[in-house]
């Protein structure tokens, strides 16, 4: 067992157990740092109430067994701005916008925000660089649910030389947008952290009655990151978005640690945490339970991916729960820039409807390539289709449209993506219902080079429903199947056991090797 020092603040820090457990340990540990002793259930823990420039001892027991002991040091911290001397009510019901946005726009660099236990009532509030927001046990940000009381960010603006700013955004578009909760533009070296919530108040009354219309904007976000740099996120909780929760864009150098996000499962558009074209991320230890997608990975329609050609790329992901999405780690299908360089391991998927899956179309352009992601070390329970690479994703207004269905072989040109390169070994699959696997490439550019190794996957023993295993036109429903794949190049099965599945293990057709 190693401890692996995640993250050091000021007043807190972040420590992982890297042991073959995946995010919850096996046996629970003790814990001691300095005064503070506890016990742990999780791989990925922090730590609160510390002083800043202080030395301390981490310290893990099994029992009365020392298992590991390491030395660390908080970092230091200029100022510390209680946001009760800047005029909050803190009671859920004044609106504390302008004396929150005060207390960030006064703090110094280095220094330290400090919300100590309350009901803050706002609707946006924008970041500023170097400096650390803490959220204490018992304080909420409550999300404004008037959409009149928020300013809109203008999808593009142009200027003479024909440049373009790009502010708001929706589904992979430069779109009008209301100003998220949380906003972050063109700032760096931001840190949200501490035991508090942010808490978006959407309901069916509000943000998610008609969601899929506009109504003077598209929907805010609950943390929205525009072209950002080294911006941290620990220890929250954030819960009931608007729409997506956390939306990075056009941002690097992003850690995201033991989080927690909770959607209702049924609430529109609520995914966890959606980077598009962002290079340099990292997920630690989060708690996901959402109503879309926990995990998606995105890099714009065809105009970004064609105008600033921006890949989302390098990704770590580690030790998650995903629970009750429609997919846990999903890519695209706005990925017109391209992914690229993913790495996912030691995480657990529940009852998502899919596992990992990758999602796109014709249309999304040349520039849309995925290349390069590896799965390796997930458990799955409940999910109904662990793998998916749907090429004939139905989505936009010409989603179901003959160039976007048709499975008949189209020239190579412009709007032709490509999936490639994907790795999957030391997983295994309880409780399957639908598909071990479903791989559709495009006959005009199939997917290339898939290995599948040391894969274990049980399907249920109760009676199943057929469902389609991918959103795409004029496909078979299926159930307790095994892996279906068409249009496919150099895919690799090595030590893949299939249980209780009906029919044939592996069906192919289209190109292949």
């Not at 298992?67 to 946001?83: A, D, H, Y």
């Not at 949200?192 to 003077?216: D, F, H, L, T, Y």
């Not at 006959?443 to 109760?462: A, G, L, V, Y």
Request: aromatic share 10%; with cysteine.
């Amino acid at each position: 067992m190693e401890i692996n020092i995640v993250l050091i603040n000021s007043r807190s820090f972040t420590f992982e157990i890297n042991n073959e457990d995946k995010f919850y340990l096996k046996k629970r540990l003790g814990v001691k740092v300095g005064q503070q002793s506890f016990e742990i259930e999780k791989t990925v823990n922090s730590v609160y109430g510390l002083e800043p420039e202080t030395s301390y001892v981490l310290e893990i027991y099994d029992g009365n067994l020392l298992l590991q002991k390491v030395e660390l040091m908080t970092e230091s911290e200029s100022f510390s701005l209680n946001v009760r001397r800047f005029g909050v009510k803190g009671d859920g019901v004044s609106n504390d916008t302008l004396p929150l946005q005060t207390a960030i726009m006064s703090c110094p660099k280095n220094g330290r925000v400090y919300i100590p236990e309350g009901k803050y009532l706002l609707t946006s509030l924008f970041l500023k660089s170097d400096i650390t927001i803490e959220l204490d046990v018992g304080a909420e940000i409550l999300g404004d649910t008037n959409r009149d009381n928020f300013g809109i960010l203008p999808g593009l603006i142009e200027n003479e030389k024909d440049e373009e700013y790009y502010l708001g955004t929706w589904e992979g578009n430069p779109l009008d947008s209301y100003s998220s909760i949380i906003t972050g533009i063109n700032v760096e070296n931001v840190k949200i952290v501490g035991e508090g919530m942010i808490n978006g108040q959407a309901s069916e009354e509000n943000w998610w009655k008609n969601a899929k219309v506009k109504r003077g904007a598209w929907r805010p976000r609950t943390i929205f990151l525009n072209n950002c740099k080294n911006i941290t996120l620990e220890g929250i909780t954030i819960k009931n978005s608007p729409s997506w929760t956390v939306h990075p864009f056009f941002s690097k150098d992003l850690k995201f640690i033991n989080l927690k996000i909770q959607n209702p499962a049924d609430s529109p558009n609520t995914d966890g945490i959606d980077p598009e074209s962002c290079k340099d991320v990292e997920y630690i230890g989060i708690d996901f339970s959402v109503g879309d997608d926990c995990i998606a990975i995105k890099s714009g329609k065809l105009y970004l991916g064609e105008r600033l050609k921006t890949p989302s790329e390098n990704f770590q992901i580690r030790n998650c729960l995903m629970k009750y999405g429609h997919g846990a780690v999903v890519i695209g299908s706005e990925m017109s820039g391209g992914v690229k360089n993913i790495n996912i391991e030691k995480c657990i998927f529940y009852k998502t409807d899919k596992g990992i899956r990758v999602k796109t179309r014709r249309g999304r352009g040349e520039q849309g390539v995925i290349d390069g992601i590896t799965v390796k070390d997930v458990y799955m329970d409940e999910v109904k289709v662990p793998f998916v690479f749907n090429s004939f994703y139905f989505c936009d207004p010409d989603g179901k449209t003959e160039y976007v269905y048709t499975k008949e072989k189209l020239p190579v040109d412009k709007g032709t993506p490509h999936i490639k390169n994907l790795d999957f070994e030391n997983i295994i699959c309880e409780n399957t219902e639908i598909c071990a696997g479903f791989l559709y490439g495009l006959p005009e550019k199939p997917i290339e080079n898939i290995r599948f190794k040391n894969i274990e996957i049980n399907f249920t023993k109760e009676d199943v429903e057929g469902d389609y295993p991918a959103m795409m036109s004029y496909i078979e429903k299926e159930s307790k199947s095994g892996f279906f794949i068409a249009n496919a190049e150099n895919v690799t099965f090595e030590n893949v056991i299939l249980s209780g599945n009906i029919g044939e293990k592996i069906r192919i057709q289209g190109k292949k090797e």
